[in-house]
């Protein structure tokens, strides 16, 4: 395991990749103004309950976070310092990927959560200013400033898009290697501007054209796909 010096005087828990792991989940739930759970948490880390139990009472006792009387988990303010710190690398690392390496956007999520932990101050503001300081990462994801300045809202889902009216891409949830891949062959990443076409009753799927193209999206892409009508 990785332990941070950096983080050694304020906390009693070393901030271990396990920590850091949790403590970024939380605040990419939290984000997406998701009920966090141990059983979301489990599922989010591919760990059993019982290992995530035992994470947040060391996480609770260290000031980290705080769990509700119906089990809800939130971060502190100091938690959410360290959850936003190890944020930052994570999507300064997926941006160095993608930009510097040429990996594809579907790539770099997993590589990312490995090299997170191993990056060190000084190497992260040099990656930072190689890459001129971006602000968000190929999925659209803020990138946490040096300052710790930060918003994590998530914008207006497609799914809510209104027929007839355009809609600007502007982030995508980067859960799912195989959707961003199938979303990307559609020519659906940040920055692109759909027409939405049509939407099928029944749950059925939304229509967008994407240039010249026609495609039908069900509910899980346009629920993973965030941006601006415009």
Not at 98 to 109: A, K, Q, S, T
Not at 150 to 167: M, Q
Not at 187 to 198: D, K, S, T
Request: hydrophobic share 40%; glycine share 6%.
């Amino acid at each position: 395991m990785i332990a941070h010096t950096k983080s050694a005087d304020c906390c009693e828990i070393a901030q271990t990749e396990a920590v850091e792991d949790c403590l970024r989940t939380i605040f990419k739930l939290a984000g997406r103004n998701s009920v966090v759970t141990t059983s979301v948490l489990a599922e989010q880390l591919r760990v059993t309950p019982p290992t995530v139990s035992v994470m947040l009472k060391r996480l609770e006792a260290s000031g980290l976070v705080t769990r509700s009387s119906n089990r809800h988990v939130r971060l502190t303010a100091h938690g959410e310092r360290h959850a936003t710190e190890v944020t930052r690398r994570h999507r300064l690392v997926e941006t160095f990927l993608v930009e510097v390496l040429g990996l594809d956007w579907d790539e770099v999520h997993e590589e990312a959560d490995v090299l997170e932990h191993a990056l060190s101050d000084r190497l992260e503001a040099r990656i930072d200013a190689l890459l001129g300081h971006p602000t968000h990462d190929p999925h659209g994801d803020p990138i946490p400033s040096r300052t710790g300045e930060h918003s994590e809202t998530w914008a207006t889902p497609l799914a809510d898009a209104a027929v007839g009216r355009r809609f600007r891409v502007d982030r995508v949830a980067d859960d799912d290697s195989e959707v961003l891949r199938y979303l990307a062959d559609r020519g659906i990443r940040p920055g692109a501007v759909l027409e939405v076409v049509r939407r099928e009753p029944f749950g059925g799927p939304l229509w967008v054209r994407v240039g010249k193209q026609r495609h039908a999206l069900g509910p899980l892409l346009t629920e993973t796909v965030h941006g601006e009508r415009i």
